[in-house]
């Protein structure tokens, strides 16, 4: 469904734009992503509305199975990609689970803030972004996500998340849309 309206409390949740991420092959070319997530965050640190800045630093504990899918994390890995201009007012967190929702204290945080909608961008479509997008609905925010500020590993998998899956329990629209819905 598309973008009808940006909650007065929405936050701005950006998964795993990271170093050691926006460096592997995506779907998208790897500059436009952060760019577009750079437009976002510009409006929504303008309007003092919450932005969480998500990394991820390795896989659950306990599991094995993540093989060659998880790269081996470098120096940097973890920070925050350069085009979002990290600010001392983001809300960072750390996942160890594709979700940012998971053992993270996120929800506490958010519903502390007042938040009532999340506009949630990043990598991975299918995964990170998507298992945040769906916990987020569950735990009973009006979710949105930005069609044009995600990207994959897998151009398929992508195409699918937003074709099929999000429309099931998000609203979708373009960085264009979400900053006209803000400024209504």
Do not use: C
């Not at 790897?30 to 509305?49: C, H, K, Q, W, Y």
């Not at 735990?139 to 699918?160: E, F, K, N």
């Amino acid at each position: 469904m598309p973008i009808s309206a940006i909650a007065p409390k929405t936050a701005l949740i950006v998964v795993d734009l990271q170093n050691g991420i926006v460096g592997l092959p995506l779907a998208h070319p790897a500059s436009d992503v952060p760019a577009r997530n750079a437009e976002l965050l510009t409006e929504f640190r303008r309007r003092g509305l919450p932005v969480v800045l998500v990394n991820v630093a390795g896989g659950s504990p306990g599991r094995d199975d993540l093989g060659a899918s998880f790269p081996a994390p470098t120096p940097g890995w973890t920070e925050p990609a350069p085009e979002l201009g990290a600010s001392p007012g983001d809300r960072l967190v750390t996942k160890l689970s594709r979700s940012a929702f998971t053992h993270t204290g996120l929800g506490a945080w958010l519903r502390k803030q007042g938040v009532a909608q999340a506009v949630v961008t990043g990598i991975a479509t299918s995964s990170g972004v998507e298992s945040t997008a769906r916990d987020g609905h569950e735990l009973g925010y009006h979710v949105a996500v930005a069609t044009d500020a995600v990207t994959d590993t897998d151009g398929t998998a992508h195409d699918h998340s937003i074709a099929k899956i999000y429309p099931r329990f998000a609203e979708t629209g373009t960085v264009k849309d979400i900053l006209a819905a803000l400024a209504a």
